[in-house]
């Protein structure tokens, strides 16, 4: 029997396609396993469905050799060693493009959110400190004519650049992809010139801590930072420091640098620092969208034909 180890609950509709393939044996918590209790779970599986908490390396799929496939419930997969799995022929698999927009809306809500002052304003009202209509309290920013700074014209960059247009911005960007709609620069133009700086790179070698001590120090001291890409993308004691010193009019942050962050953390002293629990595809469509997608890729590599999106797919031959 091909045994399907999923390491979170899903929905039953992607429960459903997987069982259509082989025995699911599923995790029952919204917490994730620890490392010996994941190696513990995939090490008979055939296919494993992975949340981006769940380290596949090199280590792992040693003890898991009957692996033919992982497939991660996220667009992003920091937490896969895709060449350790190449490498042991086990296919690597992600759910892009179906959270794009769910995604690109809440990083415009957090964008929104800084902007107006909205968590302070809320906060105010119901702990009682709303006493009465006050004309220079809780004052944001007309977002019309600022300009907004894209790290990383990807997809879900570029749909919140579009909304960005749409509410009367200046929109640039700063790699991943070209596009004639904006303006390209360099990140340092970009920092520079910036009211509103938005981050959407992968998690990868190159973009650990992009926005660190001397990125923030180029920003505009009255600019906002909103990230929710990865949070290793910022360098957490760089951005504390950073506001300690009275820099940034605000920072929205749906990815934290560790996640999840401590109760305690000096982020959270900040009254302009909004903070969400890595939410961003977090709508009941998409995430039935991303499970539906993560449990077809792990039928197709079973079924020896080609899965919706495989980040290895020389493997696949011998999958």
């Excluded at 490392?35 to 599986?45: F, Y």
């Excluded at 709303?130 to 990807?154: E, N």
């Excluded at 520079?192 to 938005?198: A, G, H, K, L």
Aim: with cysteine.
């Amino acid at each position: 029997m091909t045994r399907i180890a999923v390491t979170r609950r899903i929905d039953p509709g992607a429960r459903s396609v997987l069982e259509s393939a082989g025995e699911v044996t599923m995790w029952d918590s919204d917490l994730p396993p620890d490392p010996s209790q994941l190696a513990e779970l995939l090490a008979d599986a055939d296919a494993g469905l992975t949340l981006l908490t769940d380290r596949i390396d090199g280590s792992l799929l040693d003890q898991c050799s009957k692996l033919r496939v992982v497939s991660n419930l996220a667009v992003g997969y920091d937490n896969i060693d895709v060449p350790a799995c190449t490498a042991r022929g086990v296919a690597a698999c992600t759910t892009p493009n179906v959270l794009t927009q769910t995604t690109a809306e809440l990083a415009f809500t957090l964008l929104l959110t800084v902007a107006r002052q909205v968590i302070p304003a809320a906060d105010a009202a119901r702990n009682g400190d709303w006493k009465t209509w006050y004309p220079f309290r809780f004052l944001g920013r007309d977002l019309a004519g600022l300009t907004l700074g894209i790290v990383g014209l990807g997809r879900i960059g570029l749909a919140v650049a579009k909304m960005g247009e749409a509410f009367g911005m200046n929109v640039i960007y700063a790699g991943g992809r070209s596009s004639d709609e904006f303006r390209k620069v360099s990140l340092d133009e970009l920092l520079r010139t910036s009211d509103i700086v938005s981050l959407h790179v992968p998690a990868t070698p190159a973009t650990h801590h992009l926005i660190g001590h001397d990125a923030l120090a180029r920003m505009k001291r009255d600019a906002m930072l909103i990230n929710t890409a990865r949070g290793s993308v910022i360098d957490t004691d760089a951005l504390v420091a950073a506001l300690n010193d009275g820099r940034l009019f605000g920072v929205g942050l749906d990815v934290t640098d560790p996640e999840p962050l401590p109760a305690d953390h000096p982020l959270y002293e900040f009254e302009r620092v909004t903070i969400l629990p890595h939410i961003a595809s977090a709508s009941e469509a998409t995430r039935l969208k991303m499970s539906d997608l993560a449990a077809k890729n792990i039928v197709a590599v079973l079924e020896r034909t080609e899965p919706p999106h495989c980040l290895n797919p020389e493997v696949l031959t011998d999958a």
